[in-house]
T-cell receptor
Framework: DAGVIQSPRHEVTEMGQEVTLRCKPISGHDYLFWYRQTMMRGLELLIYFNNNVPIDDSGMPEDRFSAKMPNASFSTLKIQPSEPRDSAVYFC???????????????FGDGTRLSIL | RKEVEQDPGPFNVPEGATVAFNCTYSNSASQSFFWYRQDCRKEPKLLMSVYSSGNEDGRFTAQLNRASQYISLLIRDSKLSDSATYLCVVNQAGTALIFGKGTTLSVSS
């Protein structure tokens, strides 16, 4: 079975540039999550969707960050303009139900390692 | 106070040792509890759920103390392959998962 697919795996760009991260969830999963992981702050939830609708975006750091899910098989996380402090690993995860209502695990993609110079 | 707190370690133990990790959570309304494992430069993966009565999966035992808002993970007979970061995870009904920063385990031969 194909897992959660993220692209690109690595991204290095200069500050001020627009960055777009992509995610394809596991087919049939109706929840999609975007996380950011740094050494200092650990794994932080940025936003999550249910049936393509954003449910909670309170973790999005500021207006430079935006996320969309135009259909059940694709989501993007965009940073514009990017800054060095955005450097982190960004994970996408999907699940069949919001974990807690049942023990459906979240499946994570391999992550995108983003470096903003 | 952070929502989920863990001792970051690292815990350095020899093969065959028993090691225990602890985790505390701040929100008494938390309803579900999990341990995830993350290998270096890899994604987190679910290790096991944590049930109120405690549960075991092979060499791994998870315990929950709701009164103290405390979760533990015990690993018996440590293997080299157990070396990883272990993330304590909680959530309330209707919310997403909250991850601890993780505890790093290094098992040496």
């Amino acid at each position: 079975d194909a897992g959660v697919i993220q692209s690109p795996r690595h991204e290095v760009t200069e500050m001020g540039q627009e960055v777009t991260l992509r995610c394809k969830p596991i087919s049939g999963h109706d929840y999609l999550f975007w996380y950011r992981q740094t050494m200092m702050r650990g794994l932080e939830l940025l936003i999550y969707f249910n049936n393509n609708v954003p449910i909670d975006d309170s973790g999005m750091p500021e207006d430079r960050f935006s996320a969309k899910m135009p259909n059940a098989s694709f989501s993007t996380l965009k940073i514009q303009p990017s800054e060095p402090r955005d450097s982190a690993v960004y994970f996408c995860a999907s699940s069949q139900s919001k974990q807690g209502s049942g023990n459906q695990p979240q499946h994570f993609g391999d992550g995108t390692r983003l470096s903003i110079l | 106070r952070k929502e989920v707190e863990q001792d970051p370690g690292p815990f350095n133990v020899p093969e065959g040792a028993t090691v225990a990790f602890n985790c505390t959570y701040s929100n008494s309304a938390s309803q579900s509890f999990f341990w995830y494992r993350q290998d270096c430069r890899k994604e987190p993966k679910l290790l096991m759920s944590v049930y109120s009565s405690g549960n075991e999966d092979g060499r791994f035992t998870a315990q929950l103390n709701r009164a103290s808002q405390y979760i533990s993970l015990l690993i018996r007979d440590s293997k080299l392959s157990d070396s990883a970061t272990y993330l304590c995870v909680v959530n309330q009904a209707g919310t997403a998962l909250i991850f601890g920063k993780g505890t790093t385990l290094s098992v040496s031969s």
